[in-house]
């Protein structure tokens, strides 16, 4: 099991009051860290993690309100994580949208929402937590991608899903160029399908989806001091899946 020693560090998942956002963040309270739940609508959810990692790890938790396609709503949230635990260090970039209907079907509202969420959201996050990353020479930034973007396939279910997170992988490569002399690291998580997914497909790599833990150590072997040489990466936690047709 992967532990990177995170005592002392501040980290804040975005998304975290359910799903993988959640567990990400337990995950990063029991190897030490500082922990900020972030909530968008999820107000009594988020507290309770917040209370969870408290009580299973010690951690010092918090927890913040935001929309984090919203720049101002970005700059609050991010002070809020400053004035109760410090600087963010850790930053993992989870929110994204989901819309799993024909693209033709789909209205501009939910095009967007879904882009916005997912691009939107992982650049308002990340370059806000950039400057104070810069200042203290560390930092680690892990993007929550889809295992489809290194693969080239195609959904005309999923149009605005799969185009944004290929856009989060783009945006991942480029912030890991850029921040390369500055102690950051900058990587991407891309699972398939995970155990709490809205859409199971008939077959599933390994005979069963992602767990939890699966996404947590993959997250965490990107916060290891040991790899700290490791930027621009993308790590698939999707089985093996390769499949024929989409």
């Not at 370059?127 to 295992?147: F, S, T």
Request: net charge negative; aromatic share 8%.
């Amino acid at each position: 099991m992967i532990e990177p020693d995170l005592d002392g560090r501040v980290a804040l998942v975005t998304g975290s009051a359910r799903g993988v956002g959640r567990e990400l963040l337990m995950g990063l309270a029991e190897c030490g860290a500082s922990v900020a739940v972030h909530y968008d609508t999820s107000d009594e959810a988020a507290a309770a993690v917040a209370g969870r990692a408290r009580r299973e790890h010690g951690a010092d938790a918090t927890v913040v309100q935001g929309d984090v396609t919203d720049p101002d709503d970005v700059e609050d949230l991010f002070a809020a994580v400053e004035d109760a635990l410090g600087p963010v260090e850790v930053l993992v970039n989870n929110v994204g949208a989901f819309a799993p209907a024909h693209w033709a079907e789909i209205d501009f509202e939910t095009w967007n929402r879904v882009l916005d969420t997912n691009v939107n959201g992982t650049y308002l996050c990340s370059k806000r937590a950039l400057d104070p990353m810069r200042e203290r020479e560390w930092g680690r930034i892990v993007n929550v991608g889809y295992a489809s973007a290194e693969k080239g396939l195609v959904n005309t279910q999923n149009f605005p899903y799969f185009v944004a997170k290929a856009g989060v992988l783009m945006f991942t490569r480029m912030l890991a160029a850029d921040t390369q002399g500055d102690g950051i690291t900058v990587n991407a998580v891309s699972p398939y399908v995970v155990e709490n997914s809205a859409v199971f497909p008939a077959e599933l790599p390994r005979g069963r989806p992602a767990s939890f833990e699966d996404v947590v150590q993959a997250t965490r072997f990107f916060l290891d001091d040991g790899s700290d040489y490791v930027s621009g990466a993308n790590v698939e936690v999707d089985g093996g899946w390769l499949p024929e047709t989409v």
